[in-house]
């Protein structure tokens, strides 16, 4: 089966400052990978996503994500990160039978 | 609006009492799902369905029931509860194909005493 997984149960980076969120991915054949936000109290919010073509793939809310092949990663980048960009982060791999599975969050907090 | 619905958003109840947990979209997408969020855990697929009357489980299917008989509403249904129940829940819709992403509603935080 195929899986993500998210090395960093916390990542904390100060306004302004560049942020990464980590993820890598084990699958076999092309990769459908995901991310999403979730603010508190609310569903899972759809980022972005690589299918195939250019590795940087542009979001919503100025995120972007890298995919690199050669060391199984997908991780998201933000150039300047916002004190509203703090919340939950999922990374998520899509199976040939539409499964989705998800890594286990990573929490991001930027401070002003 | 575009949105998936689930009811209720809070529920504590007792061991073995039945209960339903509603998810109704209005996008006309014929794939729906049904994920449980427990912390370090992320999010696991309970049951998914491409169409009406078509239903495959997920990761963790033990102890839950669906059915699809309208293409709008995926109803989640925990005939006998447990203690081990006691989650997050979320529904989720979405156009068929690989590619698409999900849209998920805002969540069902169960507990099961």
């Known amino acids: 089966a195929q899986s993500v997984a998210q090395p960093e149960d916390q990542v904390n980076v100060a306004e302004g400052n560049p942020l990464t969120v980590k993820c890598t991915y084990s699958v076999s054949g092309n990769p459908y990978l995901f991310w999403y936000v979730q603010y508190p109290n609310r569903g899972l919010q759809f980022l972005l996503k690589?299918?195939?073509?250019?590795?940087l793939v542009k979001g919503s809310y100025g995120f972007e994500a890298e995919f690199n092949k050669s060391q199984t990663s997908f991780h998201l980048k933000k150039p300047s990160a916002l004190v509203s960009d703090s919340a939950l982060y999922f990374c998520?791999?899509?199976?040939?039978?539409?499964?989705?599975?998800f890594g286990a969050g990573t929490r991001l907090t930027v401070k002003p | 609006e575009a949105q998936v619905t689930q009811n209720p958003r809070y529920l504590i109840t007792v061991t073995g009492k039945k209960l339903t947990v509603t998810c109704s979209q209005n996008m006309n997408h014929e794939y729906m799902s049904w994920y449980r969020q427990d912390p370090g855990l992320g999010l696991r697929q309970i049951y998914y369905s491409m169409n009406v009357e078509v239903t495959d489980k997920g990761d963790v299917p033990e102890g839950y029931k669906v059915s699809r008989k309208e293409k709008r509403n995926f109803p989640l249904i925990l005939e006998s509860p447990s203690p081990n129940q006691t989650s997050l829940y979320f529904c989720a819709s979405g156009q068929t194909g690989r590619d698409q992403p999900q849209h998920f509603g805002d969540g069902t935080r169960l507990s099961i005493l």
């Open positions: 690589y299918i195939t073509g250019d590795n």
């Open positions: 998520a791999v899509r199976e040939y039978n539409n499964d989705m599975r």
